[in-house]
């Protein structure tokens, strides 16, 4: 499943709003986040995603500083496609926010859920991976959240563990 730890990841967006519980309203917010990381992250979704996006260098190509290089799949294969969308919802993520706000001060999440994952194929091997992040949270959150707009920050998602995937079933 799609992990981040401590991953460098820029805040694009972040946008609260109130959902109804029956009678009650329920603060919730949603973050779209943005980062680079290496094309390998595109098995996670599907073996043969890298293939489609990357190739070999031709002799004589001059490749940019690739990330890591295990397969040598580091150069754009169809420079013309654009970047893919990817519709699936992973729900039961948790999610931790080193913000740089306050000394030490990290804003952690629960149950949340990542979908609207776009991959774009970059040379050298890296992968542009733009991602949102549903959830609920209090108005102190909320207000930490809304300074961090347009910020880089280093960020981790945790997927659900199995025993929390069936208990959800």
């Known amino acids: 499943m799609f992990a981040l730890t401590s991953q460098q990841t820029s805040i694009n967006s972040f946008t609260p709003r109130m959902e109804k519980h029956g ?3 329920v603060l919730a917010g949603t973050l779209k986040c943005e980062t680079t990381m290496h094309s390998s992250v595109l098995d996670l979704f599907d073996n043969g995603f890298k293939k489609l996006l990357y190739r ?3 002799p004589g190509e001059q490749p940019e500083l690739p990330l ?3 397969d040598g799949l580091t150069a754009r294969k169809l420079p013309q496609l654009k970047p893919l969308s990817w519709d699936e919802d992973f729900p039961g993520y948790k999610l931790s926010i080193v913000s740089g706000l306050a000394l030490d001060e990290v804003i ?3 149950d949340v859920e990542v979908s609207g994952f776009v991959f774009e194929a970059l040379d050298g091997g890296s992968c542009k991976v733009k991602f949102t992040a549903n959830f609920h949270q209090d108005g102190r959150t909320s207000g930490k959240l809304c300074q961090l707009i347009q910020e880089t920050v280093e960020l981790s998602l945790v997927p659900p563990s199995r025993d929390d995937l069936e208990a959800a079933a």
């Open 23 to 25: 009678q009650e309203n």
């Open 56 to 58: 070999k260098p031709a």
């Open 68 to 70: 890591e290089t295990s």
């Open 108 to 110: 952690k999440l629960d």
